[in-house]
């Protein structure tokens, strides 16, 4: 059947998973080139107070979906990303990892180094409530690499960009905890969807070596893509390098 001129071919759903502390605004770098792909669902932490309100928010928002759908999942979202395809094989059609992990902290009784130490993690809760601001500042500084930081004001545009209040202590507390506790490492050889992993090469929040452990446990079902003096987001710092892989990856872009 020859498709018509008037006719409007339905986009594929796909549903982006902020990190820690972000929401949707994060996204704002690559949403005008992937909503002309997709029919793009922000998937927002406001309002959640504990680690368990985490998978629940990502199960309630694909079940209010219908019909298949992919996800992109960065960095805390790439654990509720990865719990989701599993949970949702037959359903989930894509999957693409930003500075992924499947554990964000160590697990020295698996030999898993891939993360940080628990300790560091604690630490971070602590100092959110002591000193909100110079915490955060901090965080958001080691977001990007070194060689980013030298060329250009990146972190005083994203925070241009986020709502950098938008988070109670509550919500930000609930993450890390979350991040000490989510692992998800035995669901990797399960899951159906076709994945891509972007990580960048400097990446200091999660080590590329967490997205090179995901892919040697997906046994050749993921393609893996790591960006040269990128941190922990490439989607930002390398905006149209990043949309690119996403389009290639689904079949929209520029093969050559």
Request: hydrophobic fraction near 40%; include cysteine.
């Amino acid at each position: 059947m020859l498709i018509g001129e008037d006719t409007v071919l339905e986009k594929q759903k796909l549903v982006m998973l902020p990190g820690w502390s972000m929401d949707s605004s994060v996204w704002k770098p690559v949403t005008p080139v992937l909503s002309e792909c997709f029919q793009l669902d922000f998937c927002e932490w406001h309002g959640i107070n504990s680690m368990e309100g985490y998978t629940k928010r990502v199960w309630k928002l694909i079940e209010k979906e219908k019909g298949k759908l992919s996800l992109l999942g960065w960095s805390l979202g790439s654990l509720l990303a990865i719990d989701a395809a599993c949970k949702y094989k037959d359903r989930v059609e894509k999957l693409i990892l930003v500075s992924g992990t499947s554990r964000f902290t160590r697990d020295k009784e698996t030999g898993y180094l891939c993360g940080w130490p628990k300790s560091t993690v604690k630490k971070m809760k602590k100092s959110v409530r002591v000193d909100r601001e110079k915490t955060m500042n901090s965080f958001y500084s080691s977001l990007f690499s070194s060689k980013e930081l030298k060329s250009k004001e990146y972190v005083a545009l994203l925070k241009a960009d986020i709502n950098t209040n938008a988070a109670s202590f509550m919500e930000l507390e609930a993450g890390l905890d979350y991040l000490l506790a989510a692992d998800v490492r035995e669901h990797l050889g399960s899951i159906r969807a076709d994945t891509l992993i972007i990580h960048g090469e400097m990446d200091t929040i999660c080590p590329k070596e967490a997205s090179l452990y995901i892919a040697q446990r997906m046994k050749g079902k993921a393609v893996l893509h790591i960006m040269e003096g990128a941190g922990h987001v490439s989607f930002y710092s390398s905006s149209d390098d990043f949309s690119k892989l996403i389009l290639k990856f689904i079949g929209q872009g520029d093969n050559k």
